[in-house]
């Protein structure tokens, strides 16, 4: 793993963002052409506070621009779970979004959730500790050892 100012400029970084700049366009039906582009890495994900609105992504037409992620969640969602799969699913509706209404914002008015007060929070469980006494095995000499 690679801090992602490490990718800056790199030749992994183009490719992903023209991956997805690519993609975007194709879905959209333009060419899409960012005037700045940021790769984040997954490392990021799995947040424990989450952004609730009535989309699971933002867009903000005034300024034209956009934001997703795995931490943006509809208040509707039935599947709040952050995954690569939210994250997916959220830059899917942003793109969807943009091909029909790009003069529109939307999820912008909303509030944040802290990860405990999430339906899909679970506190990490720590392995239970062994119960009753060790077993005593018996050596090749026939006498026991713990």
Same mark, same amino acid.
């Given at each position: 793993k690679h801090p992602p100012e490490a990718l800056a400029g790199s030749e992994v970084e183009a490719l992903a963002t023209g991956r997805m700049?690519?993609?975007?366009?194709?879905? &959209? #039906? &333009?060419?899409?052409?960012? !005037? !700045? &582009? !940021?790769?984040?890495? +997954?490392? $990021? $994900?799995?947040?424990? *506070? @989450? +952004?609730?609105?009535? %989309? *699971?992504?933002? +867009? %903000? $037409? !005034?300024?034209? =621009?956009?934001?997703v992620g795995d931490w943006l969640r509809a208040a509707d969602d039935t599947h709040p779970t952050s995954s690569i799969e939210a994250a997916f699913l959220s830059g899917h509706a942003l793109a969807t979004h943009l091909a029909a209404h790009p003069d529109e914002s939307r #999820?912008?008015?909303?509030?944040? =959730? @802290? #990860? &405990?007060?999430? /339906? %899909?929070? $679970? /506190?990490p469980v720590a392995p239970r500790p062994p119960t009753g006494r060790p077993r005593r095995r018996r050596s090749s000499r026939g006498d026991a050892r713990a």
């Open positions: 700049l690519h993609s975007l366009s194709r879905l &959209t #039906g &333009t060419e899409v052409k960012p !005037r !700045r &582009t !940021r790769l984040q890495l +997954w490392g $990021a $994900a799995l947040p424990l *506070n @989450a +952004w609730i609105s009535s %989309d *699971n992504f933002l +867009w %903000d $037409a !005034r300024y034209s =621009v956009g934001v #999820g912008l008015v909303g509030s944040f =959730v @802290a #990860g &405990t007060q999430q /339906p %899909d929070f $679970a /506190p």
